[in-house]
């Protein structure tokens, strides 16, 4: 920004400032004035005591050190027009840039003291008066015009002949120059000659030889003419140095007076400029000295001008040295406050403040167009006052560039805006006034002449508009009516004049003053309390503009840097080697489809190519293609702008993302890119916050292109809005071309169709950024940047371990012939792998647990697919459970084991540790089946096999969360029923086949009786496992049945028999639920319903639970059948026996009947599925009817 405000924003105080002096309260003729004064800075040296001239000095003498430069004097001792020199038309701009701060703001006028006293002078006076006033916010600033000066300029330039013209239809047909008479130039001459006498040290008259009286009579006029001539410029005379530096004092913008004084009369503060010279030696520390012609006394107009000099320069005392035809004759000493009370010179102070409170009001009231050149004009013994705009009367002819104050007031406009911008950060409620400024600065300017002051007003428009600022209301951050008073309309069109104020109307007047602003009809009106008052207030137009969103306000920052670019582009020589590039011409966008984008291995080479050329930035420096020359203002600018493009462009991106809309993303983040390209080509040394905002842009492109691959459904309108180009992008690019091919980021910005060269792509965005935060030593500055993107290229990684994951399980899913692992799927599982532990390296390195347990879990899932891989297929051989599948498996297991060391406890993250615990549950009980399964009893015995299965299975148990409520725990029951189910079913194995070992034997028949039980209570609580409930319950069924067939002793095997019979009885709520599916199905089928949307949302489970359903229901009959055919057996003998008992002679006639009722029901083979269920039902309900009390009996 230093650069930039870089047209020199504020302007330095000349020399050293005195101490600031403040004035007092002055009480007049009974009349109270508040008059107080501050001098602000001055040149002039310490005050010396004036030389009492002797009696008879005769002055027309000229002294010895007549013309000479006097310090005391100032400018008033090298010329003879003393303390009258006439101002120079730009003198209140000079002091404008001197003190910045003030203008727009503080202050209510800034001119020369002359022009003020003129002002105030006017119902006093019948001299013309001719004054131009400019608006810079609520500051007026007033110069001489003098009118008389321009047209002879005019006359020999033919500049101005439109002003000329104007004045010579609509004001004096017969204009001729006035030739200023020779007793005025008398009169300065003898005034001169005084002031020398009068800082001589003796005090005596020493004059010259006689001969240099033609010098004398030459010299004068000569010279007044000359230093007239010379103050004003040509209509936009620009020298080279001037387009440089705008604050130039070569086109007499130069603040000369010897002081600036803050003066505040009344309630009106004005910065004005003296030249009065000031003497010590009265009665007071300060005087002024007068000279007088005794012979005429003091006027009114006088006497104001003798009263408003002391007040500004806040001197108590007037000395007066009377004379007569040039002879001393005495002197005279005069309180300030007396000044208006001196005979023949009485005038009113309190008329002179209503004066100047009318003047500035009517002012402030219609000049209101800022930057817009006003002329106030009185003609000579008129007491009409009108204000005309000369801007709208210069834009009439053919040069709208032919009022010299044009650039003044621009480059004024321009400083005011950049002082406040300096100051930005302090109070943003000044942005729509800095906005303002500036618009209305560009509205004066013509791009082909002030191409640096355009590029620098539009590069400061653009950086009111905060791009990287938390997203919020915009009007939270200014206010719609910012300072309502002090506010100033940018509009063309002017507020309807208020009848409250009929002189400002020209209705009545006559035709020719229909190009009047406003008039006043009698000056007499001014010295009316009040007459005029600022009842126009200004609209507070000054609001800055509501973005209702980030696009629109990058669309305003990126519409004036590309106003800057053109202002830059067009100051720059076109060399004839330039690439002619046409800004109307789309520049074509590549787009790469996968068989020409060659792959993550071109990237490769693009990657070190690009880190490499970022690495020579730090040694080699950078020439433009265009020529701009390093170090030029257009250097500076362009770099600036690009750069603020470049952002405008990252926030485009950022929010085209948010809204998911991804091809505009991408090309706005290509945008973006290639700025900074452009960028990185000018630039000599890359500064370190712009390689953050380089890294930035990196990782956005990544997170891009990752959300490209994630969307590919998409792709077509995708591509449509990349594609897309506005008129404004083709021409900033345009200006970009000129500088650099744009082609260094070209790589990360295209977009490819295919999957596996968008994921590369955004991986190689993130190595990227992260190489810059690498080499440029920028971590430790940016942790946050250094985080962000160690995550991100974590995340790729394991999305690109994911992608190379499926594929391999896609290419072993096809594999049907070859038995032997494809060497294409060992490449992708190495792939996968080397992705997933870079990942987990990128997140332990910022201590990031949980995501390095989701990839170390990622990983164990890899090594599952690689033992899927390793099962050898169905063939001649017996399949066995294999060392390789073994292995995997292991190591599946260890990376699950890892995870969950990296979350150390479930309170760190809940979901991810359920997960992890899942999967290490699902890989144990996976290894333990397939071990139970497909046992290797080549290489292992039975025993070992069992115990290992036994180990797995307990193991699955433990990561099995069956206890917690979450969407898995029905899952978790699920496992934890199964796994008891095999346990269980393995040891009643174990018992069939064992021989021998009675211990281990009864160890075996506990553990199956335990894991049966648990298995049951599990598939109980589940709703959907009828069928597994009833498998489990046949099983436990033939266990008692096995233990039946050991046991000898009637008793005891009824008693196994009635427990057998029990389990049966326990089996009724799993036929309960297959009634209830059965029906549930069979109602919707009555209701007509399609069978695909009856049927389909339960088509597998239902079609496979019918024929299992079916099958069981064979095993549960026959099996019922037999035991109660065996109970009713035993019953009858033990009855024969004992002779009976009252119990089992009811249980012995239920059994019968059920038995009978089974046997009839097996026989009708007509019976539906759900008529068998219903039957077994019936039966098992008067089963468990007598159940206990034949237990009873028994026990």
């Known amino acids: 920004m230093a650069e930039l405000c870089g047209l020199e924003a504020a302007a330095s105080l000349r020399g050293d400032a005195e101490e600031p002096k403040q004035g007092s309260v002055l009480f007049l003729g009974g009349n109270e004035v508040k008059s107080s004064a501050v001098v602000k800075y001055s040149s002039a040296p310490p005050q010396a005591a004036f030389a009492w ?55 209510d006028v800034v001119s020369d003291s002359e022009n003020i006293k003129k002002l105030l002078k006017i119902p006093y006076s019948k001299s013309h008066v001719s004054m131009a006033v400019h608006r810079i916010g609520r500051t007026l600033l007033l110069d001489e015009l003098d009118i008389q000066e321009l047209f002879m300029r005019s006359s020999q330039t033919g500049d101005w002949t439109w002003l000329k013209e104007f004045y010579q239809r609509l004001i004096d047909q017969k204009w001729q120059r006035k030739k200023k008479s020779k007793e005025h130039w008398y009169q300065k001459a003898i005034l001169s000659k005084f002031l020398y006498y009068s800082i001589n040290g003796d005090g005596a008259a020493q004059p010259v030889p006689s001969s240099s009286k033609q010098h004398e009579e030459s010299a004068v006029p000569g010279e007044s003419d000359e230093a007239g001539r010379a103050s004003w410029p040509a209509p ?11 604050g130039a004092s070569n086109q007499g913008l130069k603040n000369d007076f010897v002081r600036n004084i803050l003066w505040t009369f009344e309630d009106i503060h004005m910065l004005v400029g003296s030249n009065m010279p000031i003497f010590g030696g009265g009665r007071y520390p300060a005087v002024s000295l007068r000279l007088r012609d005794n012979n005429k006394p003091i006027n009114v107009l006088t006497g104001i001008d003798y009263w408003l000099d002391n007040l500004i320069c806040n001197v108590p005392e007037l000395v007066m040295c009377f004379h007569v035809n040039g002879i001393v004759q005495k002197y005279e000493m005069i309180k300030t406050e007396d000044i208006p009370n001196l005979e023949n010179s009485n005038f009113s102070t309190k008329v002179i403040k209503d004066i100047a409170q009318n003047i500035l009001s009517f002012l402030k009231s219609n000049c209101t167009k800022e930057g817009h050149t006003y002329w106030l004009f009185k003609a000579s013994g008129s007491d009409i006052v009108k204000l005309y705009d000369l801007t709208t009367l210069c834009e009439e002819t053919e040069d709208k560039y032919q009022n010299p104050f044009t650039m003044p007031v621009a480059i004024l406009l321009y400083k005011v805006a950049c002082n406040m911008m300096l100051k930005k950060n302090q109070n943003k409620k000044h942005y729509g006034t800095i906005r303002t400024l500036l618009l209305n600065c560009l509205k004066l300017l ?10 620098s007003a539009n ?66 009106e001014l010295s009316v309390p009040e007459k005029y008052k600022s009842v126009h207030r200004i609209r507070p137009s000054c609001a800055f503009p509501v973005c209702h969103g980030a696009e629109e306000r990058c669309r305003l920052v990126l519409s004036y840097v590309l106003e800057g670019l053109k202002s830059v582009d067009s100051s720059v020589k076109k060399e004839s080697d330039l690439p002619a590039a046409d800004p109307s011409t789309p520049i074509p966008l590549k787009y790469e489809d996968e068989s020409t984008s060659g792959g993550p291995e071109c990237l490769e080479k693009q990657m070190a190519l690009f880190l490499d050329k970022m690495g020579s930035f730090q040694k080699d420096k950078h020439s433009s293609q265009s020529g701009m020359i390093p170090g030029s203002w257009q250097y500076k600018m362009k770099l600036q702008l690009i750069l603020k493009s470049s952002k405008a462009y990252y926030v485009l991106s950022d929010a085209a993302m948010i809204l998911q809309k991804y091809g505009r993303a991408l090309r706005y983040i290509k945008l973006a890119l290639q700025c900074h390209d452009t ?11 712009v390689l953050v905002f380089l890294c930035q842009c990196l990782t956005l492109c990544g997170d891009i292109q990752l959300m490209l691959a994630q969307n590919a459904n998409n792709r077509a309108a995708y591509l449509e809005e990349y594609n897309y180009q506005t008129k404004e992008d083709q021409e900033i690019l345009h200006s970009l071309h000129r500088e650099s091919s744009c082609q260094v980021f070209a790589w990360a910005t295209d977009l490819s169709t295919d999957l596996e060269c968008q994921l590369s792509v955004s991986c190689k965005c993130y190595e990227a950024a992260y190489e810059i935060l690498l080499f440029s030593n920028l971590k430790k500055q940016n942790p946050e940047q250094h985080v962000q993107v160690l995550k991100r290229m974590g995340n790729i990684r394991n999305e690109i371990g994911v992608f190379y994951m499926n594929q391999a399980a896609a290419v072993q899913t096809e594999r049907v012939v070859s038995k032997n692992v494809s060497t294409t799927e060992q490449q992708l599982w190495k792939k996968s792998f080397s992705c997933f532990e870079k990942g987990i390296q990128n997140f332990e390195s910022i201590d990031d647990a949980t995501n390095a347990a989701l990839l170390l879990c990622n990983t164990g899932r890899l090594m599952r697919i690689c033992a899927q891989a390793h099962c050898a297929t169905e063939g001649d051989f017996k399949r066995e459970f294999s060392p390789e599948e073994a292995l995997y498996y292991n190591k599946a297991i260890d990376y699950y084991l890892k995870a969950l060391r990296s979350l150390g406890k479930r309170e760190m993250h809940p979901a991810v540790w359920d997960s992890v615990n899942w999967e290490l549950s699902t890989t144990y009980f996976t290894m333990a089946t397939l071990q139970q399964d497909y046992a290797p009893l080549s290489r292992k015995a039975q025993e070992q096999i069992e115990k290992e299965v036994s180990e797995a299975m307990m193991k699955s148990l433990k990561y099995c969360d069956v206890d917690t409520v979450s969407p898995r725990q029905p899952l978790c029951q699920y496992r934890a029923a199964t796994i008891h189910h095999r346990l269980a079913s393995m040891y009643h194995s174990c018992l069939r086949n064992q021989v021998g070992d009675e211990h281990l034997r009864k160890q075996h028949r506990v553990l199956a009786d335990l894991h049966y039980s648990k298995a049951v209570r599990l598939f109980q609580l589940l709703k959907d496992a009828p069928c597994e409930l009833l498998r489990v319950q046949l099983e436990r069924v033939a266990f008692a049945e096995f233990q039946m067939a050991s046991q000898n002793s009637s008793a005891g095997k009824l008693k196994t028999l009635f427990g057998a019979l029990d389990i049966m009885a326990k089996t009724k709520c799993a036929f309960q639920l297959i009634r209830r599916d059965l029906a549930a199905e069979s109602e919707q089928i009555s209701k007509g319903e399609s069978n695909a949307e009856s049927i389909s949302p339960n088509e597998s489970s239902t079609a496979l639970n019918k024929e299992e359903v079916m099958k069981l229901l064979s095993i549960f009959e026959s099996r019922m059948s037999f035991l109660l055919l065996q109970s009713i057996k035993l019953l009858t003998s033990t009855k024969k026996k004992t002779g009976g008992v009252n119990e089992e002679e009811v249980t012995l006639k239920t059994n019968k009947q059920v038995y009978s009722l089974l046997l009839r029901a097996t026989a009708n083979k007509s019976m539906t599925l759900l008529e068998r269920i219903e039957v077994i039902l019936n039966l098992l309900e008067q089963l468990s009817q007598n159940s206990e009390a034949s237990n009873g009996g028994i026990q």
């Open 459 to 524: 590069y400061m428009l653009s950086e009111l508009f905060q791009l990287d600022e938390p997203k919020k209301e915009d009007n939270t951050d200014f206010p719609i009516n910012g300072n309502s008073d002090e506010s100033y309309s940018e509009e063309e069109e002017e507020m309807p004049d208020s009848d409250e104020n009929g002189s400002y109307s020209n209705s009545s007047d006559p035709p020719d003053d229909n190009k009047a602003v406003a008039i006043i009809k009698s000056v007499g």
């Open 53 to 107: 001239l002797q009696e008879k000095t005769d002055l027309k003498l000229p002294p010895a050190n007549w013309l000479r430069e006097s310090a005391k004097l100032g400018p008033a001792g090298t010329t003879v027009l003393g303390n009258n020199k006439k101002s120079t038309p730009f003198s209140s701009f000079g002091m404008a840039y001197d003190f910045i701060d003030s203008i727009g703001n503080d202050v």
């Open 679 to 689: 960028y990185c080509c000018l630039s000599a040394s890359m500064l370190p916050e």
């Open 446 to 455: 013509d791009n082909g002449r002030h191409p640096q002051i355009i590029a």
């Open 236 to 246: 936009f005379e620009m020298p080279s140095s001037l387009s440089e530096d705008p």
